[in-house]
């Protein structure tokens, strides 16, 4: 596991080859220890060509540049199935947030309504999205090792795709009053990926200190979510991280792979009854959590200490 700057760096070559091996077994170590430590790395060599997620970040920004009424045209079609509301949005006036963004589906179940211009901004949209739900599955396999599972639990486990999403992300330039952009959370999800274009201003929260994840062409950016930290009774981390506005805009696409929102929640027995520790995390619904999350947003709290964390389930 080599670093840049800060945060781990792990090298995804020996997943793609077929005499993996040691290699495997030592980049399986390095994600281990990664999400152990930071819950976060920036991953190379991961299969996702690089020059598909510039054209994606390329064509996003010539997108977000429309004016508002056609980026409206930008919507889930009748009929969608999508668990959130697909398609343009911007963050609400009285969220600390400032930026616009576009959620999207499988084509088979969300977005798939979109503005004549850019041209190709939705083949690019749903190849990006092809390419990482690929690359989801294969780290979620990883993770499935690294938390000592066996074989093929997780995919068991997690075997539907229908509540995964893509956001599509610009954020506004800084002011001297608001230099917020996406406010410190982590994510309720399994696995989340993040592209994002020279601008940088993701950092992440590390022993106290925030770390800033510089770009680097064609790399991703990997963190695991709250899903993964509750099985794992903590063994895992969910990082905390924000992002913080420069004086342009920036622009960024986020990969959630999620887990079906029936699914029952909670830490599994081989971090809790079969190594003799106590949970730290009563069960819960996922949907119930994603419920919450949605209202901190749309009907943020008056006091930040009301706002909802993983920590509303801690025993």
């Known amino acids: 596991m080599a670093a840049s700057g800060a945060l781990p760096v792990v090298d995804l070559a020996p997943f793609f080859t077929d005499d993996g091996g040691v290699s495997r077994a030592s980049a399986t170590e390095a994600v281990r220890q990664a999400c152990r430590t930071h819950g976060f790395f920036r991953a190379v060599n991961h299969g996702v060509p690089a020059h598909l997620m510039a054209r994606a970040l390329e064509l996003s920004a010539a997108f977000f540049a429309l004016p508002d009424e056609d980026k409206a045209r930008a919507r889930a079609a009748e009929g969608s199935k999508a668990p959130l509301p697909a398609g343009y949005a911007r963050q609400p006036a009285h969220s600390a947030d400032k930026n616009e963004y576009v959620l999207v589906f499988d084509p088979k179940l969300g977005l798939n309504v979109y503005p004549d211009e850019p041209a190709g901004f939705r083949e690019a949209v749903e190849e990006c999205y092809a390419k990482f739900t690929e690359l989801g599955l294969l780290i979620q396999e990883v993770v499935n090792e690294c938390m000592g599972l066996p074989p093929g639990f997780l995919r068991d486990y997690n075997s539907d795709r229908s509540f995964d999403f893509m956001a599509a992300l610009r954020y506004f330039p800084t002011t001297e009053e608001e230099v917020n952009g996406i406010s410190a959370h ?83 027995p081989e971090f809790t009854a079969k190594i003799g520790e106590t949970p730290r995390y009563r069960g819960f619904v996922y949907n119930e959590y994603m419920q919450l999350r949605m209202k901190n947003k749309t009907h943020p709290p008056a006091r930040s200490e009301d706002v909802v964390h993983i920590t509303h389930y801690v025993i």
Not at 214 to 243: F, M, Y
């Open 186 to 268: 982590e994510d309720g999800n399994c696995i989340t990926f993040v592209i994002q274009d020279g601008v940088g201003g993701l950092e992440v929260l590390n022993d106290g200190d925030w770390v800033p994840v510089e770009p680097v062409d064609g790399s991703i950016i990997v963190n695991l979510g709250d899903v993964i930290q509750v099985l794992s009774n903590n063994k895992l981390k969910s990082a905390t991280h924000r992002v913080v506005r420069r004086p342009v805009h920036r622009h960024s696409f986020a990969f959630f792979f999620n887990i079906h929102g029936d699914k029952w929640i909670e830490p599994l």
